[in-house]
């Protein structure tokens, strides 16, 4: 049973970069079979996807976000990683981080971690 | 503004059968992009409720179905319970966007 745990500054100055890591146990990231993503949650609104990251370090960002997101990989410490760069009060949100599988009917994220509340203000 | 569009609530009394709608269009639901379906309860993380239109991960209970139709997809949920009170999700592929995209959500109310 794979589990994810997210962790970063709960607080975050405007303009500058928020800052995410998940740790994975209970599986590799390293594995061809699973996408890692980032999925946000602004107070009281719905899910957004933010991007998806393979064990290639290949990624696909939404492209509402694109310029200012980078997702990376640390195969060493099984984590994965987010960075929002620009951010304003609007980036404040629940952050997830979640498993999805490789296969093309598998994009369906079953696995999540239990997000963590990043704050943005001055 | 989603791409999926979901009532932003329904209701129903404890026993009844309740639908979620999540309506889309030739980009995402109707170019044949599966849907997938989410629960989340209040405080916790989204939990995979339906897969592939139709399909029920482990331990979901067969109270909860989905299907899909030309541009739209549906979830039914029969013998509502008071567990049942959440906020349920679509989510789908949109080609347009070259983007994983949600439905906005629909916060049911169990009478």
């Known amino acids: 049973q794979v589990h994810l745990q997210e962790s970063g500054p709960g607080l975050v100055k405007t303009s500058e970069t928020l800052s995410l890591t998940c740790a994975v146990s209970?599986?590799?990231?390293?594995?061809?079979?699973?996408?890692w993503a980032w999925i946000r949650q602004p107070p009281g609104k719905g899910l957004e996807w933010l991007g998806t990251?393979?064990?290639?370090?290949?990624?696909s960002y939404n492209p509402s976000l694109k310029s200012r997101v980078t997702m990376s990989l640390d195969m060493s410490k099984d984590q994965f990683s987010l960075k929002l760069t620009s951010v304003t009060a609007a980036d404040t949100a629940v952050y997830y981080c979640?498993?999805?599988?490789?296969?093309?009917?598998?994009?369906?994220?079953?696995?999540w971690g239990q997000g963590t509340l990043v704050t943005v203000s001055s | 503004q989603s791409v999926l569009t979901q009532p932003p609530s329904v209701s129903g009394a404890p026993g009844q059968r309740v639908t979620i709608s999540c309506t889309g269009g030739?980009?995402?639901?109707?170019?044949?992009?599966?849907v997938h379906w989410y629960q989340q309860l209040p405080g916790t993380a989204p939990k995979l409720l339906i897969l592939?239109?139709?399909g029920r991960p482990s331990g979901v209970p067969d109270r909860f179905s989905g299907s899909k139709s030309d541009t739209s997809a549906s979830l039914a949920i029969t013998g509502l319970q008071a567990e049942d009170e959440a906020d349920y999700y679509c989510?789908?592929?949109?080609?347009?966007?070259?983007?994983?995209?949600f439905g906005g959500g629909t916060k049911l109310t169990v009478l």
């Open positions: 989510q789908s592929y949109d080609n347009s966007l070259s983007a994983t995209v």
């Open positions: 030739r980009s995402n639901i109707g170019a044949g992009y599966v």
């Open positions: 592939n239109d139709i």
């Open positions: 990251i393979y064990y290639s370090g290949s990624t």
């Open positions: 979640a498993r999805r599988g490789s296969g093309y009917f598998e994009d369906y994220f079953a696995s």
């Open positions: 209970g599986g590799s990231i390293s594995s061809n079979s699973y996408y």
